[in-house]
């Protein structure tokens, strides 16, 4: 429906609401922090007159935020990245957020695409609310389309979104720690080798000292 609907909601001073997928983990590189820039960019280019606000997924995306966007908090969600990802979360991110009482017109979702074990691509994908799914133009293509059709089916397809958009932030989360993890088990290994080359040498450099002074003491004696 979303591919064959015009929804007319390029109109900058329209209601803008912004969902932002991190989780409560860290350790993982640059995959949260590329998602704040990615948000932070894009709230610079709106117009200061349009209306914005922010939905929090993860303490990660929540402490990023909030030295200078906290007065467009919406909602701030916790306890998220612990477990993989479920329907069940996806739905309850979607129901905070129709249940809100904010009136928006357009809105983003910004996540993390996996593209590999070793890369990913910041991403996001746009979402319109029941009321301006409902005066869309186009809507006339379909027939009996009501109200509660409408609600029901922009609750079950942002859940659905939303619930995508977690699987590939959970898979470039997951693979982006598994290198993180191996980078730093290698620089850790070098650490300790030269570690214990200085170790090595400095024990042998005392040996030699005391049996120099052992050697120099018996030959005084004689």
Known sequence: MYERV?????????QRLMIVLTSDRGLCGSVHSSVVKNVRNHLNDIPPDTGVKLVTVGDKAKSLLQAKHRDKFLVTL???????????DASFVAKQV????YTFDAGTIFYNQYKSVVSFKTSKMAFVSPTV???????S??????????TCYTEFSLSAMVYGAMKEAAASEQSSRMTAMDSASKNAGEMID???LTFNRTRQAVITRE?????SGASALE
């Open 194 to 196: 030269k570690l214990t």
């Open 211 to 215: 049996l120099i002074e052992i050697i």
């Open 141 to 150: 293509i379909y027939d009996e389309v009501d109200e509660d059709v409408l």
């Open 133 to 139: 799914l409902e005066a869309a133009p186009d809507m």
């Open 78 to 88: 916790n306890e998220y990245g612990r477990k993989p990802p479920c329907f069940d």
């Open 98 to 101: 129709l249940e809100s009482g």
């Open 6 to 14: 015009d929804f007319g909601v390029a109109n900058p001073e329209k």
